[in-house]
């Protein structure tokens, strides 16, 4: 073979492997995008702003890794969780109280069969009973919280631990993120997820 032959030779598989190559990382990653960040709603059990018994943020995560938290108020993450602020978390507007039936925080629909909005939700005046079996702060005169649902003063138990981590939170200062928050924020509304969690069965 000449030289001129061998070369073109080399050449043509060098074209063929390159041709080869994108396929390859299309297939490998699954696309040709790049992976971008997205954001989401999160929640931690642990006391935050305005002596809340937990904590609420926008969330940036990258293929399941948290990058950012951003605590958010109570009030903001429900305005946002409707569509009613602009939100990273939530850049389409969707009512996610309704996407998700978190009953709590909706109202019954207008005459025009849209929902309307809610400025506070009482779900998450709950949230504290996952936590502890009694309300940690002292309260002032006539006013009364209830029982908590924890089995320990201050923390869940191993048992309702393992519940709580069906929802990402298995360890104490472990998130709650996205469908997963709001999936408890609906099942803490429910008596016998409630039952369930204080007692087993």
């Not at 309702?160 to 993120?177: F, H, M, V």
Request: with cysteine; glycine share 10%; net charge neutral.
């Amino acid at each position: 073979m000449t030289i001129a032959l061998r070369s073109l030779a080399v050449n043509r598989g060098i074209a063929v492997l390159l041709a080869a190559l994108p396929a390859t990382i299309c297939l490998k990653g699954g696309g040709t995008s790049p992976v971008v960040a997205s954001h989401t709603f999160g929640m931690s059990l642990m006391t935050g702003m305005n002596s809340e018994l937990f904590t609420l943020f926008v969330v940036k995560e990258l293929e399941g890794r948290i990058l950012e938290a951003r605590p958010i108020t109570r009030g903001q993450f429900v305005m946002q969780a409707q569509g009613a602020m602009p939100s990273a978390a939530n850049p389409g507007g969707v009512n996610l109280f309704l996407k998700y039936d978190v009953r709590g925080c909706m109202l019954p629909s207008s005459a025009d069969d849209k929902p309307r909005i809610v400025s506070d939700c009482g779900v998450f005046d709950e949230l504290w009973k996952l936590r502890f079996w009694k309300f940690p702060f002292r309260q002032g005169e006539g006013q009364q919280t209830g029982n908590g649902w924890a089995e320990m003063q201050t923390r869940p138990s191993e048992r309702q631990q393992l519940l709580l981590c069906g929802y990402g939170l298995c360890n104490p200062t472990d998130l709650a993120c996205g469908e997963y928050l709001f999936r408890l924020l609906r099942d803490i509304e429910d008596p016998e997820w409630v039952d369930n969690y204080r007692k087993g069965y």
